[in-house]
């Protein structure tokens, strides 16, 4: 669901900028406050991990379209919201400046459209009031599963509000949601699955690492280590054995785009200046970002925590 800069305006896209830049300052800020061990090691890891699981794409069936998960819930539901904004900024960040994955002048855009959506909305509105009725395998999926159609719908709904906003395009309002709106909500219920699996392994190896959940205190520390080293091991085997299973199908914006006006692209894109591997274009592309990804996350929160104790 990443935005190209051939559907902004520079009107749209300085207020969408403004908006996640503010909401990053913010994060960092809220994120300052927290004494949860371990949060800097977390969100490196989990960064990593999102980077390297948004490389797949899987087909929908039936439909000529792929998807890919977002991880906004996810990350969520392991290091709170404000951190995992903070998270799955850098990597759409990332995506941006080194693989010219969404435009550099709709960054702003993606940024609120897939991290705020997700992690600051359909996060504390819909999975923390499931959960804080009791935890349990099968609440963790249902509310993986609706939290995550709600983020993608809302994501899905605000790409079409932009795009007509900022009138480059003749696409109709009205037409894009009737096909943005049914593809993601599939998208969006296979992510939720797929966060849900995810999330009750975690329930079940180390539930100390859920936010908001103590867990077992004599057997946290140990089990908090395997299942992070398990969430590594998973992003580099991600990144170097399994991006050749990614979809060639176009993503569910790209479907969207080519039902309505018979291509799926309405510009050529040009590359931001510090893209290094356009489009993914090498075979170590995925462990380059993931490494990307995950240094920069670690600098930026002992930054950060560096600055709460000065």
């Given amino acids: 669901m990443h935005m190209a800069d051939a559907l902004m305006s520079p009107a749209v896209a300085v207020t969408a900028g403004a908006a996640a830049a503010a909401l990053i300052v913010v994060s960092a800020n809220k994120i300052k406050g927290s004494s949860r061990e371990g949060l800097t090691s977390m969100m490196g890891i989990m960064g990593a991990f999102v980077f390297a699981a948004q490389m797949i794409n899987f087909t929908i069936p039936g439909t000529g379209s792929s998807g890919h998960i977002i991880g906004g819930i996810m990350l969520a539901a392991l290091l709170g919201p404000w951190a995992a904004f903070l998270t799955l900024s850098s990597v759409l960040i990332v995506q941006c400046l080194v693989f010219a994955d969404g435009g550099l002048m709709a960054l702003g855009c993606n940024i609120i459209n897939m991290a705020a959506m997700s992690c600051l909305v359909a996060y504390p509105l819909i999975f923390r009031p499931i959960m804080r009725r009791g935890i349990s395998s099968r609440r963790l999926m249902w509310s993986s599963v609706l939290s995550s159609v709600a983020g ?152 950060i925590f560096r600055h709460r104790r000065c």
Avoid at 199 to 228: D, H, I, N, Q
Avoid at 254 to 271: D, F, H
């Fill in 152 to 303: 993608l719908l809302l994501g899905a709904f605000l790409v079409s509000v932009e795009t007509v906003l900022s009138g480059v395009t003749a696409l109709p309002c009205v037409t894009f949601l009737s096909v943005m709106i049914p593809i993601h909500l599939v998208i969006g219920a296979c992510e939720g699955v797929a966060t849900g699996l995810v999330l009750m392994f975690v329930f079940r190896s180390s539930p100390s690492l859920l936010y908001g959940e103590t867990g077992e205190a004599s057997s946290s520390e140990s089990s908090r280590r395997k299942v992070l080293i398990a969430f590594a091991a998973t992003a580099i085997v991600l990144a170097v054995g399994f991006t050749w299973l990614a979809s060639s199908d176009p993503d569910g914006l790209e479907w969207s785009i080519e039902r309505i006006t018979g291509s799926t692209e309405l510009a050529p894109a040009a590359a931001p200046v510090t893209a290094v591997i356009p489009d993914y274009e090498s075979y170590f592309a995925g462990i380059v970002g993931a490494i990307i990804v995950m240094v920069m996350l670690w600098a930026l929160s002992a930054l």
